[in-house]
């Protein structure tokens, strides 16, 4: 320790006393601390110090707890996505209706899309109806022919060229020539540099 | 051997009453000129006084042998001074007739030694609030300069700092005898 003491300083400061508290006031404080003493033993005592910390702590953790347990539950829902048919490169399976008529009401427990990747999936989800359409499932070309050309665009974004091309030319096969050169020309537009085999140009041009 | 004061306190912490009562006679007596020789009068000086002790007993559930028992004593009392000065309680400290040591029989030499006395009084009663805390912690409560820092909250610079000012003023005051 240092010391900053004065011996003159210190000895006449102790030249001015040593005084005392009262004995009455150390026999009052005396028997408060024996009474607190005593009183430490009740049952009711509440929580104090460290101790009242642990109830608060302890809610704040279960909830936390239950909070992200929620969060994960709804992330981890199966979206119709997960449920849609496989790529469109890929061809139709016959399991593709039933899963079709499944998805609609996939998006039902979902959550209202909030950022731009659930847009855009909201978006797509039509998209993989359609692509599912088979010739045998007209009940659901309605849906996409009354499609605008905002959607055909759209679809473009998430689709490759050769299943753009594809699926032009299925619709010129179903004689929708109307829609088909829509798509067609919002293909060039998209692609101005794809060149379309000569092939595939007699599918998708009007003949 | 004597038992440490912070084990003293934690055994009253436990309920053990005998605990608390060697602790309080240990520190009263420094305690209790600490708050006199900050204070007005006497009366203001044991009713602080008592009110200390009263926290202290309040708080023994939460004590924990952090640092020495000394420290936290006045730490608590440096609380209650400050909460008693910000209350308009600051004042000087009342001067009581000091009757010097000595067996001196020469009536002039006593008079002389009276007037030393009450002129070293005059000169701590005129320091600062917070030098003479830091004096009377040193002095009187036997802290260090680091124990002074906790216990008043300031640092070990500014603690030193006070402690140096009060020194030499008082000093100045002792070697004007």
Request: net charge neutral.
């Given at each position: 320790?240092?010391?900053?003491?004065?011996?003159?300083?210190?000895?006449?400061?102790?030249?001015?006393?040593?005084?005392?508290?009262?004995?009455?006031?150390?026999?009052?404080?005396?028997?408060a601390?024996?009474?607190?003493?005593?009183?430490?033993?009740?049952?009711?005592?509440?929580?104090?110090?460290?101790?009242?910390?642990?109830?608060?702590?302890?809610?704040?953790?279960?909830?936390?707890?239950?909070?992200?347990?929620?969060?994960?539950?709804?992330?981890?829902?199966?979206?119709?996505?997960?449920?849609?048919?496989?790529?469109?490169?890929?061809?139709?399976?016959?399991?593709?209706?039933?899963?079709?008529?499944?998805?609609?009401?996939?998006?039902?427990?979902?959550?209202?899309?909030?950022?731009?990747?659930?847009?855009?999936?909201?978006?797509?989800q039509?998209?993989?109806?359609?692509?599912?359409?088979?010739?045998?499932?007209?009940?659901?070309?309605?849906?996409?022919?009354?499609?605008?050309?905002?959607?055909?665009?759209?679809?473009?974004?998430?689709?490759?060229?050769?299943?753009?091309?594809?699926?032009?030319?299925?619709?010129?096969?179903?004689?929708?020539?109307?829609e088909?050169?829509?798509a067609?020309?919002?293909?060039?537009?998209?692609?101005?540099?794809?060149?379309?085999?000569?092939?595939?140009?007699?599918?998708?041009?009007?003949? | 051997?004597?038992?440490?004061?912070?084990?003293?306190?934690?055994?009253?912490?436990?309920?053990?009453?005998?605990?608390?009562?060697?602790?309080?006679?240990?520190?009263?007596?420094?305690?209790?000129?600490?708050?006199?020789?900050?204070?007005?009068?006497?009366?203001?000086?044991?009713?602080?006084?008592?009110?200390?002790?009263?926290?202290?007993?309040?708080?023994?559930?939460?004590?924990?042998?952090?640092?020495?028992?000394?420290?936290?004593?006045?730490?608590i009392?440096?609380?209650?001074m400050?909460?008693?000065?910000?209350?308009?309680?600051?004042?000087?400290?009342?001067?009581?007739?000091?009757?010097?040591?000595?067996?001196?029989?020469?009536?002039?030499?006593?008079?002389?030694?009276?007037e030393?006395?009450?002129r070293?009084?005059?000169?701590?009663?005129?320091?600062?609030?917070?030098?003479?805390?830091?004096?009377?912690?040193?002095?009187?409560?036997?802290?260090?300069?680091?124990?002074?820092?906790?216990?008043?909250?300031?640092?070990?610079?500014?603690?030193?700092?006070?402690?140096?000012?009060?020194?030499?003023?008082?000093?100045?005051?002792?070697?004007?005898?």
């Amino acid at each position: 320790m240092t010391d900053e003491r004065d011996p003159k300083v210190s000895q006449r400061y102790r030249e001015l006393g040593r005084e005392e508290p009262p004995g009455e006031l150390d026999a009052g404080i005396l028997a408060a601390s024996r009474r607190a003493a005593e009183t430490r033993l009740a049952p009711l005592v509440p929580p104090t110090g460290r101790r009242r910390w642990y109830f608060p702590v302890a809610a704040a953790a279960i909830i936390t707890l239950a909070v992200a347990v929620t969060v994960h539950m709804e992330r981890s829902q199966p979206d119709a996505e997960d449920i849609a048919p496989p790529p469109p490169a890929a061809p139709p399976v016959p399991a593709a209706p039933e899963l079709r008529k499944e998805a609609p009401a996939a998006p039902a427990p979902l959550p209202q899309p909030a950022d731009a990747m659930q847009e855009r999936r909201a978006d797509v989800q039509p998209e993989s109806r359609a692509r599912a359409d088979e010739p045998s499932q007209p009940q659901a070309v309605p849906r996409e022919s009354g499609a605008p050309a905002r959607l055909l665009g759209q679809v473009a974004k998430a689709e490759s060229p050769e299943a753009a091309l594809d699926r032009i030319a299925e619709l010129r096969r179903q004689g929708k020539h109307d829609e088909a050169d829509k798509a067609l020309a919002e293909f060039r537009r998209r692609y101005p540099d794809y060149r379309i085999a000569a092939e595939m140009l007699k599918k998708v041009e009007r003949p | 051997m004597e038992a440490p004061d912070e084990q003293l306190m934690l055994a009253y912490r436990d309920g053990n009453a005998g605990a608390f009562e060697t602790l309080y006679l240990r520190h009263r007596g420094r305690l209790f000129r600490f708050v006199l020789r900050s204070v007005k009068s006497r009366a203001t000086a044991e009713e602080l006084f008592q009110e200390i002790w009263m926290r202290v007993i309040e708080a023994r559930e939460r004590y924990t042998p952090q640092a020495r028992f000394t420290t936290w004593l006045y730490t608590i009392a440096h609380r209650r001074m400050v909460d008693h000065w910000r209350r308009g309680g600051l004042s000087l400290v009342e001067l009581d007739e000091h009757d010097p040591p000595g067996d001196s029989p020469d009536p002039a030499r006593q008079m002389e030694a009276r007037e030393a006395l009450a002129r070293f009084a005059q000169a701590l009663q005129a320091l600062p609030v917070v030098q003479r805390e830091a004096f009377l912690l040193h002095e009187e409560a036997g802290l260090s300069i680091a124990e002074i820092a906790a216990a008043t909250g300031s640092n070990a610079e500014a603690a030193k700092s006070r402690l140096r000012y009060a020194v030499a003023k008082l000093k100045a005051a002792v070697e004007d005898d």
